[in-house]
């Protein structure tokens, strides 16, 4: 029952972390990162350029800008200038982080990770396994 109640957690954070990844303003792929601990949600993100600069993210030939900021770091780099810890905490991102991410999200603590899209390169989360976080993938139905 409790591992139930806890895919239907993971369900509800991924389907909030979809609708704030609504806020980015890529057109290539839209991200959105949730980081939660003891069911609050302490930090949050999407992808997009730094505070200050345009929120345009990708160059003349479509190509991502390379300044441009994935969801998780910005979620941690968010929680890092709170009074908050994401130290034992689970992070719901809507892509499965990319290698870069994924040695933020060890330094910062996170014990989990789940994500409802697989990124190209799956180096992320075998670095995150290496590490021993957990790491989940949950495919969301249109209507859940």
């Known amino acids: 029952m409790e591992t139930e109640k806890q895919r ?3 369900m509800r954070y991924l389907r909030m972390a979809m609708i ?7 057109k290539r ?3 959105g990162a949730l980081i939660i601990k003891d069911k609050m949600i302490i930090s949050d993100g999407y992808n997009g350029t730094p505070v200050g600069f345009e929120n345009i ?11 441009v ?6 979620a941690i780099t968010k929680v890092a200038c709170s009074h908050n810890s994401s130290m034992g905490a689970t992070m719901y991102a809507t892509t499965s982080p990319c290698i870069e991410c994924a040695k933020l999200i060890i330094q910062a603590g996170i014990r989990r990770v789940v994500y409802c899209d697989r990124y190209h390169n799956m ?3 075998d670095l995150l396994e290496r ?3 957990e790491t989940v ?6 209507n859940e």
Request: overall charge negative.
């Open 57 to 67: 993210c990708e160059d003349e030939n479509n190509l991502t800008k390379p300044y």
């Open 131 to 133: 590490a021993g976080i």
């Open 29 to 31: 792929r839209k991200v």
């Open 69 to 74: 900021l994935h969801a998780e770091a910005n």
């Open 8 to 10: 239907l957690l993971d």
């Open 20 to 26: 704030w990844a609504e806020n980015s303003y890529c």
């Open 137 to 142: 993938f949950i495919t969301l139905e249109v």
């Open 123 to 125: 180096d992320g989360c």
